[in-house]
């Protein structure tokens, strides 16, 4: 038997790698590179030769068990050989592992995430093969995507040199809004139209922001909820979705010319719950809206007011043949719909402990008195509120009472308020002598006992309901309403919080509207998408482009109609109303 360095040094193994490079060697040599040296009767070359020959295509999986059934061969080689295996094999898993598929937007998001913190517009393609594993991740352009994307060649020429069968699109807006602009809209359809010619198909188009995003995949899936890119070993593209949609609901529109009167009969001493200021208020709209309800939803047995405020519109749906949902965000506007829409208090009761708050004498400063008095209220009057908004917690003894007592509070104080209506500042003359006065709530409980009250976010209610009519009337511009009403949401929770500047705000981080920021669009479209009605009825006063940036209406016309019009047929019901504004106002507002 020869030994190895019998062998000449050319036709060694060590020698020919070294030479000639590992493709030069057969697999029996590169193992015998591994053992080093042969056993008694075996050089290495023959060793390596009988253990690939032993355990042929199996030979990755072999054990140290397996190689000590080899005569000659000990532990320390059966564990190099094992080892070395168990490296190659580790490698290989890991190189398999990184193989990135993308199945949905959440996947590509998770790609791109860095892009929604930049300053600048970018324009970055995913190119994917038929199994939509990622091959490149691009940046096509930056800047301006109406100048910097000048032909689809840009996307599309990559494409072809990478062999890829499908594009995704991401595009961040630095300015937070990933709502889609109409440039974006123009630009999809350009690019979806030339990847379908040439037969790469673009499967998404991908809108970042710091607020959000806007996936065209699974906006124009709809309520499809299976939003991953194959289903049902079918590959999704933009193309075949655009053309499903290109049959929209029809829109028409109606001006309403017809006089609607008012009267509103309040007896003495008390309250109803269209008595206060509040912006947006619709009381003098009650008889348009409900002629509409009429005569376009026939058979209404559900009404939901989810941006209630007051709650005036869901009360003038409070009938026995309707339930009514209300829901508001604001604590000081939930105790009030409490209070008017749900479950009965004794009105006798709460009458005598009106009594009682109204007489109470405050001499001493109290938490109300302190961060409100001599600005919102007169100092009197704000040692009072505070006193009996403290009594409030010791003399109720139900919910509904406490609701009650609140709201008889919450209109009081409105009255007394030095204030043009609303609690964003307050006047600078304090002229307000009137005191403050708690009033009995005029209510009628007959038709309270089905209804449902809720303080949630909208957006998150609307998954946990249905009904026959959605009524919808949110905020229109970037004036949030804890921000207007702040001193009373204050003084309903009763928490005592820390107040900081002139207008004494506490933290409301927790109750601001997604409808009063940036992504208003994508908030509206989100409602719209999960809403389970019959009939949705929107209220939406455009206050265009004024002169003050924060009365600009947060969502476009367009993009309002856009959105409705994927849920079903629009109709326009307009009328000309002067709403109350920050500006003078009376109490029926």
């Known amino acids: ?340 829409l749900g479950t009965s208090a004794n009105i006798d009761t709460i009458s005598e402990k009106i009594k009682l708050l109204n007489n109470i004498q405050a001499t001493e400063d109290n938490y109300f008195s302190k961060h409100f008095g001599n600005t919102y209220f007169s100092t009197e009057n704000a040692r009072k509120i505070g006193a009996i908004r403290e009594e409030i917690e010791n003399i109720a003894e139900t919910e509904e009472e406490k609701n009650t007592l609140i709201c008889s509070l919450l209109y009081a104080v409105d009255k007394v308020a030095n204030t043009v209506g609303h609690y964003d500042a307050f006047r600078k003359d304090l002229d307000m002598i009137q005191s403050v006065k708690l009033l009995t709530p005029d209510i009628d409980y007959s038709n309270n006992a089905t209804n449902k009250i809720y303080k949630e976010d909208a957006n998150i209610l609307i998954r946990k309901i249905s009904c026959d009519v959605l009524y919808i009337d949110p905020p229109y511009n970037s004036r949030q309403y804890s921000d207007a009403y702040h001193l009373l949401e204050n003084l309903a929770e009763w928490k005592k919080p820390e107040v900081v500047g002139v207008a004494k705000k506490m933290d409301r981080s927790h109750i601001k509207s997604s409808y009063c920021l940036k992504n208003a669009t994508q908030a509206f479209e989100d409602l719209i998408r999960n809403a389970n009605c019959k009939h949705i009825l929107l209220s939406y006063n455009n206050t265009g482009d004024s002169k003050g940036g924060r009365s600009n209406a947060r969502i476009a016309d367009n993009n309002i109609l856009r959105i409705l019009k994927n849920k079903g047929e629009v109709e326009i019901f307009e009328r000309d109303y002067k709403a109350f504004t920050a500006g003078k106002s009376n109490g029926d507002g």
């Open 1 to 340: 038997m020869p030994k190895i360095k019998d062998i000449p040094k050319i036709d060694r193994p060590r020698e020919r790698f070294l030479k000639k490079g590992a493709d030069a060697l057969s697999k029996s040599d590169l193992l015998a590179i591994l053992l080093g040296s042969g056993i008694k009767g075996k050089n290495v070359r023959q060793l390596s030769e009988s253990i690939i020959k032993k355990f042929g295509k199996n030979f990755l999986n072999i054990t140290v068990d397996d190689l000590l059934e080899i005569s000659g061969i000990g532990q320390a080689k059966a564990l190099q050989i094992a080892s070395a295996i168990s490296l190659v094999k580790r490698f290989y898993d890991e190189n398999k592992t990184n193989e990135i598929v993308i199945k949905n937007s959440q996947d590509v998001l998770s790609l791109t995430y860095d892009l929604r913190d930049k300053k600048k517009e970018h324009l970055v393609c995913l190119y994917l093969n038929a199994r939509n594993t990622l091959l490149k991740k691009e940046i096509v352009s930056i800047g301006l995507l109406d100048k910097a994307l000048l032909h689809p060649r840009e996307i599309f020429y990559p494409a072809t040199e990478l062999n890829a069968a499908s594009v995704i699109l991401v595009h961040n807006h630095p300015s937070g809004d990933s709502s889609p602009s109409e440039k974006d809209n123009q630009i999809i359809e350009k690019i979806v139209q030339a990847g379908e010619i040439m037969g790469i198909p673009v499967i998404d188009f991908i809108i970042v922001s710091i607020n959000g995003n806007y996936s065209f995949f699974e906006k124009l899936k709809g309520q499809n909820k299976n939003f991953d890119y194959i289903a049902d070993g079918l590959q999704g593209t933009l193309f075949n979705l655009l053309e499903i949609e290109k049959s929209p609901y029809e829109v028409t529109i109606k001006k309403i010319e017809k006089p609607y009167f008012h009267f509103s009969k309040t007896k003495s001493n008390t309250f109803q719950l269209q008595n206060r200021r509040y912006l947006g208020n619709k009381h003098k709209l009650l008889g348009f809206i409900e002629d509409i309800v009429l005569e376009k939803c026939n058979g209404v047995k559900s009404f939901c007011d989810i941006f209630a405020g007051t709650g005036v519109v869901g009360e003038r749906f409070n009938k026995p043949e309707i339930n009514v949902i209300s829901n508001d965000i604001l604590f000081s506007n939930y105790a009030c719909l409490k209070a008017f």
